[in-house]
C-alpha cells in the first residue's frame, strides 16, 4: 500500500517537473500517418513466462517483416546479447533500429539514479563494442519513466524514448520533453514518440487476437493524419500461439493496403525531426 502511494507520488512527482513540449506533423506530413513499429525483445529477462515462446516469435515476426521489407525498432534487453547474441545481429543485419530497454530490464521510475545511470550506460557500451552500433532510442519496462530517467538518457547520448502516452494528454504527436524550469540547474531533453498500442491486453484482458487486431486498425483512421504514433508487440507474446502470429500478419497486410500512412524507425523520425 505505502509503496503504491510512494509510486503515485514519484509519477506526479516527474510529471510536473518536466516540460512537454508538442511538435508539428511528422515526416509523412499533414494527410498522413507517421508510425513506428517496435518490439520489446526481452526473452526469459523480462518475464520468466516469455522463456518458451520468444524463439518462435521471434522466428516468425523477423520473416513476416523480411516477406512485407519492413524497417521497424526493436528495444533489446541488454543481458540478451549474452545468450542470445546471434538473434541482436540478425536483427541488425535485417535492417532494423537496435533501441534499449534497459541492460537487466529494471523500472526507471523505480531504480535510484546510480544503478540507472550504471545499467544504460551499460548497455550503450556494449551494444557499441560488440555490434558497433550507436543506440539512440529508448523504452522503459513496464513504461515507468522518470525526471531522473530523461537526465540519464540525454547524458548518454540517447535522442528519444518511446513511451505510452498519458490518457488525460493525449496528444498522439511527438514532443520534445526536458528537464528544465523547476529546480534543475542543467537542462536536458529528448524527442518521445508517443505509443498508441501494443500486445500487452492479450495478456492483461485476455483479449481475443481478432479484438487486438481490430483495435490495432482503429488507428488507421483519419483521425490520425498528421500524427506520429508508435505500436509495439512482444515476439514471445505473439509466439504463444498460431492465432496470435496470424493477426500480427494481417495486421502488416493492412498497414500495406492503408495508402495514407508511412512507416518509420524510432531514430528516422528523430532525425527528421532534429533536422
Ligand atoms: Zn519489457
Known amino acids: 500500500m505505502i509503496e503504491k502511494i510512494a509510486y503515485r507520488a514519484r509519477r506526479k512527482w516527474r510529471d510536473v517537473t518536466t516540460i512537454r513540449r508538442p511538435l508539428g506533423a511528422g515526416p509523412?506530413?499533414?494527410?498522413?500517418?507517421s508510425l513506428v513499429l517496435y518490439f520489446d525483445y526481452e526473452r526469459?529477462?523480462?518475464n520468466i513466462a516469455a522463456k518458451d515462446s520468444s524463439e518462435t516469435g521471434f522466428n516468425a515476426i523477423i520473416d513476416i517483416?523480411?516477406?512485407?521489407?519492413?524497417r521497424t525498432t526493436w528495444n533489446c534487453v541488454g543481458k540478451i546479447s549474452e545468450s542470445y547474441s546471434k538473434t541482436i545481429s540478425q536483427i541488425i543485419s535485417n535492417g532494423h533500429e537496435i533501441a534499449c530497454h534497459t541492460y537487466n530490464h529494471i523500472e526507471p521510475l523505480?531504480?535510484?539514479?546510480?544503478?540507472?545511470?550504471?545499467?544504460?550506460?551499460?548497455?550503450?557500451?556494449?551494444?557499441?563494442?560488440?555490434?558497433?552500433?550507436?543506440?539512440?532510442?529508448?523504452?522503459s519496462p513496464s513504461d515507468g519513466w522518470s525526471k531522473q530517467l530523461i537526465e540519464i538518457l540525454s547524458k548518454h547520448?540517447?535522442?528519444?524514448?518511446?513511451a505510452v502516452e498519458n490518457k488525460d494528454q493525449n496528444h498522439n504527436?511527438?514532443?520534445?520533453?526536458?528537464?528544465?524550469?523547476?529546480?534543475?540547474?542543467?537542462t536536458h531533453s529528448i524527442l518521445r514518440i508517443p505509443?498508441?498500442?501494443?500486445?500487452?491486453?492479450?495478456?492483461?484482458?485476455?483479449?481475443?487476437?481478432?479484438?487486438?487486431?481490430s483495435h490495432w486498425q482503429s488507428f488507421l483512421t483519419e483521425k490520425y493524419y498528421g500524427k506520429t504514433i508508435a505500436v509495439g508487440f512482444h515476439p514471445w507474446v505473439i509466439g504463444k500461439?498460431?492465432?496470435?502470429?496470424?493477426?500480427?500478419?494481417?495486421?502488416?497486410?493492412?498497414?500495406q493496403n492503408f495508402k495514407d500512412l508511412q512507416l518509420f524507425t524510432g531514430s528516422e523520425i528523430t532525425k527528421w525531426y532534429q533536422e
Open 110 to 139: 523505480s531504480t535510484d539514479y546510480e544503478k540507472l545511470f550504471n545499467d544504460i550506460g551499460q548497455f550503450k557500451t556494449t551494444f557499441k563494442n560488440k555490434y558497433k552500433v550507436d543506440v539512440q532510442g529508448f523504452h
Open 28 to 33: 509523412a506530413g499533414q494527410e498522413k500517418i
Open 195 to 213: 505509443s498508441v498500442s501494443d500486445d500487452w491486453m492479450m495478456i492483461s484482458k485476455h483479449l481475443e487476437p481478432e479484438k487486438m487486431l
Open 157 to 162: 547520448g540517447f535522442r528519444y524514448d518511446i
Open 65 to 70: 517483416l523480411n516477406k512485407n521489407a519492413i
Open 241 to 255: 500461439n498460431k492465432g496470435r502470429i496470424d493477426i500480427f500478419e494481417h495486421f502488416i497486410h493492412s498497414l
Open 44 to 46: 526469459e529477462f523480462g
Open 173 to 186: 504527436a511527438c514532443y520534445l520533453i526536458t528537464t528544465d524550469g523547476y529546480l534543475s540547474k542543467n
